[in-house]
C-alpha cells in the first residue's frame, strides 16, 4: 500500500523533468564534482568511508541478492518468520546492538537499536515483505537479483523488492558497514522498526509502535525516515512534506445478508419477481459520489476536511509553472483533468481533494458472452483519500452511517485498511536536512505540500509518536509490485545515483540528521 | 440461450408437484392402462410401431451416444461444420430424403424435408449445438453418454447434450426409425430447420429461415415445434402459450472512448484530478431501473407493453392457486417476492413485466484482497426481457437513445443476442394436439400463458413465417448447461416416460398433427 514509490513511478520523473531543465547543463559538473569530493559539509572527509564503500560493493550487492532471495508475503502468508529472522540479522550484521522480533496479531514486526554513544537520536522505517508476484511475467527470474544492462540506467539488479524496499534498505544498511569499516561510530543512535505487512497496509503496524519499550526508544528521536530511492530518471528529487491517508474497503451486497431475491444466483428471468442484489449495490454506490462521480457525497466527509495553506498553493503554483503540462497529459494518457480545470487547479485538487473511488467491482458472470443470472452477490472495492484533518477511523464510520441512513445497511463494510492522512513541517530538521544533503550532491529539489498516494507515515506522525516522518535516499528504480522490478547499481547517467553514490549519501544524511 | 429447459429445472417440477396432488392415486394405473393398449386415437394399432422401439432400443440408444461424442459448440468454434455434417446424417437416416448445409455469416444451418406423401405438413425446430463443459466439474465423461442409475429416475444417460437437445432430437428421430421399421410412413410431411448457434443466441438463425426455399418450404406448415423432454419428475407437463423475448447487451465504458480519465489503468491516487469510468458506468446504470432496481426506468420502455388478458391471469391465478407457495420460495432461496407482493401478483409480473437485469458486471481489479487502481474501463453484461408487443430491435434502439439523451452516447452498447417474445394462440391445433396426446398418456397437464424464459422461437411466431410454434415432447431430464446433464432413458417412476415410450409418444403426436 505504500503509494510514494508508485507516484514516482508515473509522474515525478516527467515533473522533475521539467523543473530541472534550467539546471541540465550544470547539473553533470555538479555530480561529477561532488563524486571527486574528498571534503564534505556532512562527515568531514570521506575518502575513508568512500574507499570501504568500494571495497565492500560486491558484498553489498550480494547481501541484496540475498535478500530479495527470501521473499516474506503477507497476502499468503510465505516465509514470514523467516523474513523477520533474516531482517534481524541483517540489521545485526549493520551494527545494531539489539534487534528483536515483536509478536502482533499479524506477522510480526522487528524492534533494533543501534546505540552509538551519540548526542542524537534518529527513528527509522523499515518494512521486510514484497509485494506478491508472478515469475512468468517476468524477464529475469524475480528472487534471483540479476544485474542486467538496461539502455536509460546502467547495470540494474532486476527481482522482486530490488526498489520496494530491499535495494534502499540494503543501500542504508552498506552505509552502516562502510562506516564500521571505515572504523568510524554512526553519527546518529538509530531506534528502528520493521513490520512485514506493509504490503498489505500496515494492519497490525501500530501495536509494534505502541509496545511501551518502542515508546520509550521512539520518544528519544527528533524524526523517523525511511530509505527510499527518490532520484527520478533525471536526476531530480522531490521532497513531501505529507500524504493522504487512505482507506481500502470491500463492498458487499448479498441476497443472504439483505433477506431479499434469491440466496443462490438464479436464472435470470427471474428478475421481475425478485429483487437484484447488484441494482441494490449500484443504486447504493451511487449516493457515494456527486453526478460526475468526481466529489465525494458520503454525510459529513467534509467535515474535518482542512483547505490548502498559502504555503502548500505557493509549492503547488510553483511546481505547475514549472512543469510542461502537456507532456505530463502525454505521459499519464490524459486529455482532460476533472471539470476541464486548469493545470494549477488540478493539482491543488489532487492535493487538497479526498477521493472515493472504486478500484474494482465484480458481479455475476464476468467471463466471455452472456450468461443469464440473476446474481445474488455484488462486491465493490473503494479507495478513499483523506486529506488532514480526516481519519481512516472516522471515515469508515461514515461511510457506514450513510449507508444504514439510505436503508442499506444489510451491505458489508469491510474495511481492509487504513492509514490517516501525514503531514510534517517543512521547518523541522528532517526535510531540512534532507534538502540540504540532496543540494550538496547537486540534485535539483522541489517541494510537493502533499503526495496524493498514502504511506503508513501516520503511525509516527500521529499521537502519541507526534514526530516528523518522511524518505531520504538517492539512486533510481521503479516497476514496484510490477513485474521486472529494479533497482540501478551502476548508473550510467551522471545525474543519477547508483548503488555506492546512494550509500555515501545515507552517510551525509545521517551526519546531517546528527547536527540537525 | 433457450431457456425453457432451465425454467424446467428450477421450477417447473415442483409447481406441478402440487398442481398434480389430486391425481396422484390414479396416475400410476392410467399410464399403466395406456402402455398396455395397443390402440391409440394417434396412430391407431401401434403395436408394431412399439415392437420396432422396443427392437431399435439398443440403436437408438447408440444413436445419441455417438451425436453426445460428437460437441458442437459455437462459442468455442469447435466442431462446427462436422456437427452440421452428423446432423444432415442422422436426418438423412431418419428418412428426410434432402438434407443440406445452410451457410449463414455465423456458422451453418440445415434444411431438411421429409415428404411423406401427407396431407398435412409440420415444421421443426433442431439444435446441433451445445453448451461449453469443464469434464473435471464431471462425475461421468460428459461425452461418453454413460448410462447411470439415479435413485429418482432410473437409468439416466449423463452427457453434454443429453437433455438440451441432443436426447429429445434423437428421440424424436427414434420415432421416424421406428415407423419406417414397423412399413408405416410418417403421417406428417417434415420441414426442419436446425442451427448451429442456439446457445450463442441464435444470432444468424433468421438468415436460415428466411432463405427462400426455406420459407417457401414453412408456407405449407400450420405451426413449428421442436422436441422437448417436458415432464416434470412427477410427471405433469406444463405447456407454455408464449415466452418473453431477451436481449443480452454488454455495456463498456472506457475512458478510451469517452476521453476523460486516464486511457489505462492508473494509480488510484489520481482519482482527484482524473475522471473514473467506473462511476460513470454506476451513474449511467443507475438511469436504467427504478430506486429498487425493479422496475425498467429506459425511455419509452413501456411503449408497446400489452397487458395481460383475462384468460392470462385466469391461468396464472389458477397456477397460484395449485401451488404451495412456501414450497416455490423454499425451492428458490426466496424469503419475499418484489415489494412483498402475494404468490399470485408475482407470477403476473413473472409473466407480464419486461425487465432490465445485471446478469453481470466487472472493472479494475476483481482478485482478493485491493489494488488501488483507478479503472479505464468498466462492463456491465445486461439482459433485457421483453413481453409482446416489445421487439429485440426496438429495446436496443431505445436503450442506445437513453443513453445517448444522457450524455452517455460513449458508452458502447453491444448487442450480443436478441429475441422477440413469442406468442401461440390456445386454440392452434399445436396446442390443442399437444395437449391431447399428453392427456392420452394420463399425464396432468397445465397452461401457462407465458414463460420468463426466452428461444428462438420469435423466428417462427414473428412475420414473415407467422407461425404457432412451441414444444412438444415427453420423458424427463435436467441440468442443461450445467455438469452432469441427464436424460432418463429407462425411467423407473410409473409417472416419467423413459426413451422408448416418449418415443411413441412423438408417433402419436405425429399422428394428432396430421388430424389437426
Not at 528521536?221 to 521532497?239: K, L, N, W
Not at 505529507?242 to 427471474?270: F, M, P, Q
Not at 447488484?278 to 468526481?294: E, F, H, P, Q, Y
Not at 510542461?324 to 502525454?330: N, P, R
Request: proline share 6%.
Amino acid at each position: 500500500m505504500h503509494e510514494r514509490k508508485i507516484q514516482a513511478v508515473n509522474r515525478r520523473g516527467l515533473l522533475l523533468m521539467a523543473a530541472a531543465a534550467g539546471a541540465t547543463l550544470t547539473l553533470p559538473r555538479l555530480v561529477l564534482a561532488a563524486a571527486g569530493n574528498t571534503q564534505s559539509p556532512y562527515g568531514g572527509d570521506l575518502t575513508a568511508v568512500r574507499a570501504a564503500i568500494e571495497r565492500q560493493r560486491a558484498e553489498a550487492i550480494r547481501r541484496l541478492q540475498n535478500w530479495i532471495a527470501l521473499p516474506s508475503i503477507a497476502a499468503e502468508n510465505r516465509n514470514m518468520p523467516e523474513g523477520a529472522q533474516l531482517m534481524i540479522e541483517l540489521l545485526r550484521e549493520a551494527g545494531f546492538q539489539s534487534a528483536k522480533v515483536m509478536p502482533t496479531d499479524g506477522q510480526p514486526g522487528v524492534f533494533a537499536t543501534l546505540d552509538a554513544g551519540a548526542r542524537r537520536t534518529v527513528g527509522m522505517y523499515f518494512m521486510y515483505d514484497v509485494k506478491q508476484f508472478d515469475p512468468k511475467e517476468w524477464s529475469s527470474p524475480p528472487l534471483e537479483g540479476a544485474i542486467v544492462e538496461r539502455a536509460a540506467y546502467g547495470k540494474v539488479m532486476i527481482g522482486r523488492g530490488a526498489i520496494n524496499q530491499k535495494g534502499p534498505q540494503a543501500t542504508f544498511l552498506a552505509a552502516l558497514h562502510a562506516l564500521k569499516a571505515a572504523s568510524r561510530k554512526s553519527p546518529v543512535n538509530i531506534v528502528l522498526i520493521a513490520e512485514g505487512e506493509e504490503e498489505i497496509a500496515s494492519p497490525h503496524f501500530s501495536q509494534v509502535v505502541r509496545q511501551p519499550e518502542v515508546l520509550a526508544a521512539l520518544s528519544k528521536c527528533h524524526e523517523v525516515f525511511m530509505p527510499f530511492a527518490s532520484q527520478s530518471p533525471q536526476g531530480g528529487v522531490e521532497v513531501a512534506l505529507g500524504a493522504k491517508g487512505a482507506v481500502e474497503v470491500e463492498l458487499v451486497c448479498s441476497t443472504e445478508k439483505w433477506g431479499r431475491g434469491a440466496r443462490d444466483d438464479i436464472h435470470s428471468s427471474y428478475k421481475a419477481e425478485l429483487d437484484s442484489a447488484v441494482w441494490r449495490m449500484v443504486k447504493a454506490l451511487s449516493t457515494l459520489v456527486s453526478d460526475d462521480g468526481n466529489d465525494p457525497a458520503i454525510d459529513g466527509w467534509f467535515e474535518h476536511v482542512k483547505p490548502l495553506t498559502e504555503r502548500q498553493k505557493q509549492l503547488i503554483a510553483e511546481h505547475a509553472a514549472a512543469t510542461q503540462e502537456a507532456d505530463v497529459k502525454k505521459l499519464m494518457g490524459v486529455q482532460h483533468w476533472v471539470r476541464d480545470l486548469s493545470y494549477r487547479d488540478a493539482l491543488e485538487r489532487l492535493a487538497s481533494q479526498p477521493t472515493v473511488n472504486i478500484e474494482g467491482m465484480y458481479a455475476g458472470y464476468t467471463g466471455p458472452g452472456g450468461k443469464t443470472v440473476l446474481p445474488s452477490r455484488a462486491t465493490a472495492k473503494l479507495d478513499l483519500r483523506l486529506v488532514p484533518d480526516q481519519t481512516a477511523a472516522d471515515a469508515g464510520a461514515k461511510l457506514r452511517a450513510h449507508l444504514a441512513k439510505r436503508g442499506y445497511a444489510d451491505i458489508e463494510v469491510k474495511i481492509t485498511g487504513g492509514y490517516n492522512p501525514t503531514q510534517t513541517e517543512e521547518s523541522s530538521a528532517l526535510i531540512q536536512s534532507s534538502i540540504a544533503v540532496y543540494k550538496s550532491e547537486g540534485m535539483p529539489v522541489s517541494l510537493s505540500p502533499r503526495l496524493a498516494g498514502s504511506w503508513p507515515g501516520y503511525i509516527f506522525t500521529d499521537a502519541p509518536v507526534s514526530l516528523p516522518a518522511g524518505h531520504f535516499g538517492t539512486g533510481h528504480g521503479s516497476r514496484a509490485h510490477a513485474p521486472d522490478e529494479y533497482y540501478v547499481i551502476e548508473s550510467s547517467n551522471p545525474a543519477v545515483h547508483g548503488m555506492a553514490a546512494a550509500t555515501l549519501s545515507y552517510v551525509k544524511h545521517l551526519y546531517a540528521l546528527a547536527a540537525g
